[in-house]
């Protein structure tokens, strides 16, 4: 199983964006799909979750301007950024709980992660 991200770039402040994490292989199923983020020097934080029956969550400092949301026809999840602050600037990181096939094994995948710069 691998997870491509897409969707980072540069935006100034106020502005939007898109990402896009979609996974490939022998997926029999995928439960959890979350966006994490990483700024220089921080830890790497949970932005956003959506469980296989689409509840969210958020932290905090991005409640009201991000939205997370799955296509499962597609195996992808999106995040869409809007009033973006400085502070947004990081890598931002997939992860999905799968259960692959044949095995029915469960496993945590991670993409590979997409710069997100929040600048004038």
């Known amino acids: 199983v691998q997870l491509q991200a897409s969707g980072g770039g540069l935006v100034q402040p106020g502005g939007s964006l898109r990402l896009s994490c979609a996974a490939s292989?022998?997926?029999?199923?995928?439960?959890?799909m979350d966006w994490y983020r990483q700024a220089p020097g921080k830890q790497r934080e949970l932005v956003a979750h959506?469980?296989?029956?689409?509840?969210?969550i958020y932290v905090d400092s991005v409640k009201g301007r991000f939205a997370i949301s799955r296509d499962n026809a597609k195996n992808t999840v999106y995040l869409q950024m809007s009033s973006l602050k400085p502070e947004d600037t990081a890598v931002y990181y997939c992860?999905?709980?799968?259960?692959?096939?044949?095995?029915?094994?469960?496993?945590?995948?991670w993409g590979q992660g997409t710069q997100v710069t929040v600048s004038s």
């Open positions: 992860r999905m709980i799968i259960v692959t096939m044949p095995t029915k094994v469960t496993s945590q995948y």
């Open positions: 959506i469980s296989s029956g689409g509840n969210t």
């Open positions: 292989g022998s997926i029999f199923s995928i439960n959890v």
